[in-house]
Nanobody, 121 residues
Framework: QVQLVESGGGLVQAGGSLRLSCAASGNIFSIGVMGWYRQAPGKQRELVAEIVGRDSTNYADSVKGRFTVSRDNAKNTVYLQMNNLKPEDTAVYYC???????????????WGQGTQVTVSS
C-alpha cells in the first residue's frame, strides 16, 4: 500500500511561479523513479520531469529552462518548481513513482490524485 499526496497547484498569471510537492508514504523500501506528468484538456498525458535513480533527470522540451525537479530522499518527496508559467502549461499535474515495497520482488508504478494548475494570460 503506497500513497502519493500532491500539493501546490492553483491559479496564477502568465509569467508567475508555482511549486508542486508530492510525498510518498506507505510500504516503501526504495523509490527508483519519481516525477511529474501532466494532462491538458484534449491532449494525451505527457511526462513533464522526472528523477531516475540517484540523480538522473529528464525534462519535456517544452519546460526545459523553466521547470526544475528535485527530491528529498529522507522524506520520499519530489518537488517541481515551475517558473515563467505560460497558458499552455495549464493542465492537471500528476505525481508518479516507481516503488519497491518491503518484501517486494519488483517495482510497481503509483500515481497521485492530480492537482490542477491553471495559468491565465
Amino acid at each position: 500500500q503506497v500513497q502519493l499526496v500532491e500539493s501546490g497547484g492553483g491559479l496564477v498569471q502568465a509569467g508567475g511561479s508555482l511549486r508542486l510537492s508530492c510525498a510518498a508514504s506507505g510500504n516503501i523500501f526504495s523509490i527508483g523513479v519519481m516525477g511529474w506528468y501532466r494532462q491538458a484538456p484534449g491532449k494525451q498525458r505527457e511526462l513533464v520531469a522526472e528523477i531516475v535513480g540517484r540523480d538522473s533527470t529528464n525534462y519535456a522540451d517544452s519546460v526545459k529552462g523553466r521547470f526544475t525537479v528535485s527530491r528529498d530522499n529522507a522524506k520520499n518527496t519530489v518537488y517541481l518548481q515551475m517558473n515563467n508559467l505560460k497558458p499552455e502549461d495549464t493542465a492537471v499535474y500528476y505525481c508518479y513513482a516507481r516503488v519497491l515495497s518491503v518484501h517486494g520482488v519488483r517495482e510497481y508504478g503509483y500515481w497521485g490524485q492530480g492537482t490542477q494548475v491553471t495559468v491565465s494570460s
